[in-house]
């Protein structure tokens, strides 16, 4: 551990490149069945397979500090019965692709080009990068997060040069009106805060050629 800290302290950061650990959560026929069903539902849109094509990263924080309580929340393919915020929107379990522990490890949690429930309107055209931390709406993200937050975004960026955005997920319903948005019901919306305005200026400070999210409250 001392040997890691010294190389982190001594090697530019954006030349240290960082590690994904593979992780995948239950991704199997039900998961894409219940995708297809959410997609025919909310977007309209009648899909032979759940790939996208993804023009925004959507940051998150799971509203939980320990990571395995983060990712027992993704790892059901149908949705906890504990969610009556969302169960409105269908049986389809949340997720995200990616998950960064507190100390900044990076795990992959599913296909890249598979559709995550991470973000009403937006999943079909987004990839989503969860960060453990922020419960009670604490603004808590730590610094290795954004390092690998920093790094995963540039990494997204060069697998897919279809990726124009980078957002919080607080900023998600400026995309309303535009043509990324595509839930067709008007009455369904959750209160989003995370990850925090200050973890998103943090990184928009070190990644260069995204664009913020298309309203007044965007940043950049
Ligand atoms: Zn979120």
Excluded at 145 to 162: M, S
Aim: proline share 4%.
């Amino acid at each position: 551990m001392y040997h890691l800290i010294t190389i982190c302290f001594f090697i530019p950061l954006s030349l240290f490149a960082l590690k994904i650990e593979q992780t995948p959560i239950e991704f199997g026929d039900v998961r894409v069945e219940l995708t297809k069903q959410y997609i025919k539902s909310h977007y309209a849109l009648h899909v032979k397979d759940i790939k996208i094509v993804p023009k925004i990263i959507v940051i998150h924080h799971t509203a939980i500090d320990d990571f395995e309580d983060s990712i027992s929340r993704f790892i059901s393919e149908t949705l906890p019965t504990d969610r009556p915020d969302i169960t409105s929107g269908g049986a389809l379990n949340v997720s995200a692709h990616f998950m960064v522990e507190r100390n900044g490890t990076i795990h992959q949690l599913m296909p890249l080009d598979f559709m995550a429930r991470h973000v009403i309107g937006l999943n079909y055209n987004s990839i989503g990068i969860e960060n453990v931390g922020g419960a009670n709406s604490a603004d808590n993200l730590t610094k290795e997060q954004l390092r690998a937050n920093i790094f995963l975004v540039k990494e997204l960026k060069k697998r897919f040069d279809t990726i124009e955005y980078v957002i919080g997920h607080y900023e998600y319903r400026c995309f309303e009106g535009t043509p990324l948005w595509l839930e067709v019901n008007d009455g369904y919306r959750t209160f989003k805060d995370d990850p925090s305005v200050r973890f998103m200026d943090a990184l928009r400070e070190e990644i260069n050629g995204f664009k913020g999210a298309p309203c007044a409250q965007g940043h950049k």
